[in-house]
């Protein structure tokens, strides 16, 4: 009897060309914006208010990041972070902008550009979420240890979430809820690296209070949106109970600590298009939209993109 192969479990029955070509029509939850190549795809010129700051962004755990960090500045008093917070529908292409592409060249969001920085020069675009949190961390002095050991094992952690999410989003988070179809091997792959990354975070947050230490830093702003929001079973639909987040309990206390900072509350509802409408702020130019300006207190514009 001849010996079966693990991949006999797996079947697929996809066997890759000698070159790939772009197939539009290959289903799954972002078909429509996914593309193999790079550039605006129309004019568009981005809106400019009437802060210094302005960030395009959509409430992803990615965009969360950065209004948690400029909420939390405002909380600790530095004025001159406020920002208007302009929204990028991702699923309309928005991204794909030349007004957009000319701050993010990657078309990804968040993207930030500060009209008041400290040269006193031209504008500067900054993007990718991580750059975004260090160049504010940098510009007001916060959220970033100037001692070499506390700042290290802040930057640690901070790469720690860029290399280690795209495990959990790309990754688990598209095979298990967004795939077109369900596919064993893939979800098992991701899902056995999800569970490995919470023990990582798990053992370590057994001894420390904060991912850097004794300190809420910007490695706290940019794990929380990810790996929180999946302790608090808000991502992938019912992936909580699947990957039985509740057992890490040392995340669990971590990520409600967190989660009931006022800043971090408000930073999360910021350019959000899902859940309770009283949670949904699209788009935020003044402290005083939170009280007036939520989905559950204002009409949409558009019924059809509410």
């Given amino acids: 009897m001849t010996e079966k192969s693990p991949a006999d479990n797996f079947p697929t029955g996809y066997e890759p060309p000698k070159v790939w070509t772009w197939d539009k029509g290959n289903g799954g939850a972002f078909a429509n914006i996914n593309r193999p190549i790079a550039g605006p ?10 802060h210094p700051l302005q960030l395009y962004s959509l409430g ?20 001159d972070a406020e920002y208007d917070a302009w929204l990028i529908r991702i699923g309309d292409g928005d991204q794909f902008g030349s007004g957009f592409v000319g701050v993010n060249p990657n078309s990804k969001i968040p993207a930030l550009s500060d009209h008041a920085p400290k040269d006193g020069g031209e ?20 959220f970033l240890p100037t001692d070499l050991r506390a ?8 790469f720690w979430q860029m290399g280690s999410a795209p495990f959990l989003g790309g990754g688990f988070g598209h095979f298990y809820a967004y795939a077109p179809m369900k596919i064993q091997y893939a979800i098992d ?17 057994a001894d420390s209070r904060y991912m850097a230490g004794a300190g809420y830093t910007i490695a706290d702003m940019a794990i929380w949106p990810w790996y929180g929001g999946l302790a608090q079973g808000k991502q992938y639909g019912d992936s909580g109970a699947f990957l039985d987040v509740q057992s890490y309990k040392n ?8 989660a009931d900072r006022p800043a971090v509350k408000r930073g999360r509802m910021v350019n959000r298009m899902s859940g309770d409408l009283s949670e949904q702020l699209h ?24």
Avoid: C
């Fill in 123 to 142: 504008p500067v675009r900054v993007f990718e979420s991580a750059s975004i949190l260090v160049y504010l961390a940098e510009k007001f002095g916060a």
């Fill in 251 to 258: 995340v669990q206390r971590w990520t409600a600590e967190i």
């Fill in 189 to 205: 792959r991701y899902a056995m690296e999800v569970k490995r990354q919470l023990d990582v975070l798990d053992r370590h947050l």
């Fill in 283 to 306: 788009e935020r130019h003044d402290a005083s939209d939170f009280d007036t300006k939520t989905q559950d207190k204002i009409a949409p514009a558009d019924p059809a993109k509410a």
């Fill in 151 to 158: 700042r290290t094992e802040t930057m640690n952690w901070l």
């Fill in 60 to 79: 992803t755990p990615n965009g969360v990041k950065v209004t948690i960090m400029l909420e939390e500045l405002l909380a600790a008093g530095h004025t």
């Fill in 41 to 50: 795809t129309h004019d568009k010129e981005l809106p400019v208010g009437k």
